[in-house]
């Protein structure tokens, strides 16, 4: 029978250094530091919103016409050609071509 040879775990821990070598560490650089204003000063200066150039919802429809199931992943351009347009039942009765 072969003896395992077991380490005791506090010879074998060493402390760990994480800090860096070079000496520029401990120096401050001006374009290394983030600058930011704090709140007092942010809230005398108001920040005006942007004016949104994008599309909105205004009302959420609480019935929708269609064929149930007509949604999401069926209606990908690659499913449309593969099994058909799940909306051509509405296509009948509607203007879209």
């Known amino acids: 029978m072969v003896k ?4 005791n775990h506090k ?3 060493s402390a760990v250094n994480y800090r860096e070598s070079s000496s520029d560490s401990d120096d401050v650089r001006s374009e290394d530091v983030l ?3 704090d709140e007092e000063e942010a ?5 005006e919103p942007a004016a949104s150039s994008s599309d909105s919802i205004e009302r959420v429809l609480r019935q ?7 949604v999401g992943s069926p209606t990908t351009w690659y499913n449309i050609q ?3 347009d ?10 879209l071509t």
Request: no cysteine.
């Open 4 to 7: 395992r040879k077991t380490r």
């Open 11 to 13: 010879e074998s821990s």
């Open 35 to 37: 600058e930011w204003e």
């Open 43 to 47: 809230s005398n200066h108001p920040v």
């Open 64 to 70: 929708r016409d269609g064929v149930p199931g007509a």
């Open 82 to 84: 593969d099994k058909s």
């Open 86 to 95: 799940p909306m051509r039942e509405l296509k009948v009765w509607t203007h």
